[in-house]
């Protein structure tokens, strides 16, 4: 299973980092976790196949998480030759049909009916959700919005969790127990900590109690640039520590543990 970084900002304008998306790929399913603003033109800079997006799974309904699937869907409408006929499926935490459907209403109706098939669904908490006969997603309850879902990809070579937005959490932590990479949130330093946000530090002490085998830092905002993310993240967690860039790539199930 590999993973691209495509977006490690946040909301704020950054030259470096595009809002939040991150691309999983495994045989047929190639997977968009997020959609945040910037990820399309990310996505052809990185040279990924972006016009193959199997499903788009959404953590949690802040705008700079999905604002990009509107212009997904179109790009994949209008630009993609021969024209598309794969389905597209949508999945998020409860409520993201709904969010779609609105969303529908604003941009038109071709955001439902794009000229291919668009599946869209409501993913329950612990019921795995197969997204072929290797790869399934499970979702899990973080304390940042009242939606907000952990996402996990399990294939048979190893599990990814992606923290979404979150704030500490002892029961996150047991739900990632051994996972392969833990791609958590890392967006303020200490000395802005918040119930709802990870700073480098409370990342680390997440992926720790976790057991983690690999821990990868992504939505940082400007403020918690000024430190060494990474080094901080180091010093609760034993395991090895990447603060991400857009573009970076990893393999899930490659034995570095
Ligand atoms: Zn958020
Ligand atoms: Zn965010």
Redesign the pocket.
Known sequence: MELVTVGTG??APSARRT??CHWVSRGDVRVLLDC?AGSLHRLAEFGLPWHQVSHVILS?F?P??WGELPMLVYALKYTTQPPRSEPLVILGPPGVVQLIRSLAEGYGDWLLDPGFPIGILDVRDGEPFPLNADVSLETFPVP?TTESVALSLVAPEGRLVYT??TGPSSELSRWATGCDLLLA?C?LPESMAMDT?LTPERAGRLAQEASAKRLVLT?FYPPVETSDPATLAGKSYTGSVTAAKDGDRFTIGDGRG
Request: no cysteine.
């Open positions: 946040t909301v809002s939040p945040g949690h802040h700079d998480h940042h979404g937005d949130e967006s946000h939505h």
